[in-house]
T-cell receptor, first 113, second 113 residues
Framework: KNEVEQSPQNLTAQEGEFITINCSYSVGISALHWLQQHPGGGIVSLFMLSSGKKKHGRLIATINIQEKHSSLHITASHPRDSAVYICACKMDAGGTSYGKLTFGQGTILTVHP | NAGVTQTPKFRILKIGQSMTLQCAQDMNHNYMYWYRQDPGMGLKLIYYSVGAGITDKGEVPNGYNVSRSTTEDFPLRLELAAPSQTSVYFC????????????FGNGTRLTVT
């Protein structure tokens, strides 16, 4: 079982719909990242969270440390939001964990016009 | 600011050949990382560096080498290329280890035949 699990693996939506992508992790973390990757493209950092909630435009990310769960929400989705969304966790394993981000397998989002 | 620059974008190698993937960043970040991304899999850490002159192995270092002679540059060397090294490679940097936004290069798509 992966330490970082994302759901759903695939998500199809109609333009304008509200979208939620979930990320669950199994051990303590010090930070959680949400990343976006367009088809054939590079990877862009959307959010870095250690607690609470962050908002940027139509994107909202939340994290519940006690429940070991984070969600990425997209309001008023648009076809240009079609991409792979990746959750990555900085595991809280002390000073020997430099560079150790554990990545989820990604959620493929397709938004139809 | 160019951010993180990776070259080349594409490369085809024959089995047993060697090559160097270049990565440079102009943000004065101490932390730099090399990841590989295989289809359907999460990103895997190959090597990382916490500053000039300091590098260490990640999860999948076999068949690769790195050096970090300057803060800006973090090249990845493939010796004796094998088909198992066919993948997309991403270089990334950050100001704080996993606790601030990651900045990714556009990736290098490598095929070994």
């Amino acid at each position: 079982k992966n330490e970082v699990e994302q759901s759903p693996q695939n998500l199809t939506a109609q333009e304008g719909e509200f979208i939620t992508i979930n990320c669950s992790y199994s051990v303590g973390i010090s930070a959680l990242h949400w990343l976006q990757q367009h088809p054939g493209g590079g990877i862009v950092s959307l959010f870095m969270l250690s607690s609470g909630k962050k908002k940027h435009g139509r994107l909202i990310a939340t994290i519940n440390i006690q429940e070991k769960h984070s969600s990425l929400h997209i309001t008023a989705s648009h076809p240009r939001d079609s991409a792979v969304y990746i959750c990555a966790c900085k595991m809280d394993a002390g000073g020997t964990s430099y560079g150790k981000l554990t990545f989820g397998q990604g959620t493929i989002l397709t938004v139809h016009p | 600011n160019a951010g993180v620059t990776q070259t080349p974008k594409f490369r085809i190698l024959k089995i047993g050949q060697s090559m160097t993937l270049q990565c440079a960043q102009d943000m004065n970040h101490n932390y730099m990382y090399w990841y590989r991304q295989d289809p359907g899999m999460g990103l895997k850490l190959i090597y990382y560096s916490v500053g000039a002159g300091i590098t260490d192995k990640g999860e999948v270092p076999n068949g690769y080498n790195v050096s970090r002679s300057t803060t800006e540059d973090f090249p990845l060397r493939l010796e004796l290329a094998a088909p198992s090294q066919t993948s997309v490679y991403f270089c990334a940097s950050s100001r704080r280890d996993g606790r601030e936004a990651l900045h990714f290069g556009n990736g290098t798509r490598l095929t070994v035949t």
